[in-house]
Every structure is written in structure tokens, then in C-alpha cells.
């Protein structure tokens, strides 16, 4: 095992929220053809975009396993890169869709980062009394 390094989680979280970006970018080809009245544009965006979300999400795993070997462990890495993804896919679909969310969203979201923070910290707790009882 090597350092606690909360940046693979961290960037696993935002190719998590990118790849989810670029799948809805996808879906906006067909309005870009009426736009400019080309279907060679619309394919050609759709499938770029969705090139660009299958890598990203080769992306995602291969930072959220770099997460999982650091000493911060399997539930470190899910609270970061969740807390991650759900912040930043919001804040896109906010700044680029101008989607909005609910208070009922955050509120879940909230529940779930706080579920899994209570289990990290639960999991802390138990790892030192391990090994105070080792030494």
C-alpha cells in the first residue's frame, strides 16, 4: 500500500461526471443538425461525443482502482470520487444545460455522502482499536 492519496478518487469522480456530459452532449447531435441542416455533423458529433464518454469511463475505473490500493481503502475512495461526481455533475448541468435541482436531490445526495461517511468513519474507529490491541 502507499500514501493516502485523495486526488485518483478526485479525478475518478470528475471523468465520472465528464463521461455523464458527453453522453447527453451525444443526445444533443439531432438538435445541431436542425441547427445547420447537416446529418453529416449530427453523426459525426454524436459519435465523437460518445467515443469521448466510453474513455472517460475507462478513465473512471482506472483512477477509482488507484484510489482503491491507497491507504485510505475502498471506502475513502467511494466517498470522494460519489462526492465528486454528484458536486460537479450538478454544477455542469447547471452552467451548461441550466438544468436545475431539487431541494429533494440535494437532500438525497446529502443522505448518501453522509451514509457513506459514517461508514469511513466506522471503519477508521474499528482499524485503531485493531491496532492499539496489536501493540
Known sequence: MTQTKPYYAIVSGLC?????????????????????????LEL???????VIMVL?????WRFFVKALHTNGGTLVASLVSAATNYT???????????????ILWWIGTALVLSGLLLIVND???SR????????
Do not use: P
Not at 456530459?21 to 445547420?36: D, I, R, V, Y
Open 56 to 60: 472517460l469511463n475507462a478513465c473512471v
Open 88 to 102: 460537479v455533475s450538478a454544477l455542469l448541468g447547471w452552467l451548461i444545460f441550466n438544468e436545475r435541482t431539487s
Open 128 to 135: 485503531v482499536k485493531e491496532e492499539k490491541k496489536e501493540h
Open 16 to 40: 465520472a461526471s465528464s463521461a455523464s456530459f458527453f453522453g447527453k452532449l451525444s443526445s444533443l447531435g439531432q438538435q445541431l443538425a436542425e441547427n445547420f441542416g447537416n446529418k453529416e
Open 123 to 125: 471503519d477508521e474507529s
Open 44 to 50: 459525426l458529433a454524436q459519435v465523437l461525443c460518445i
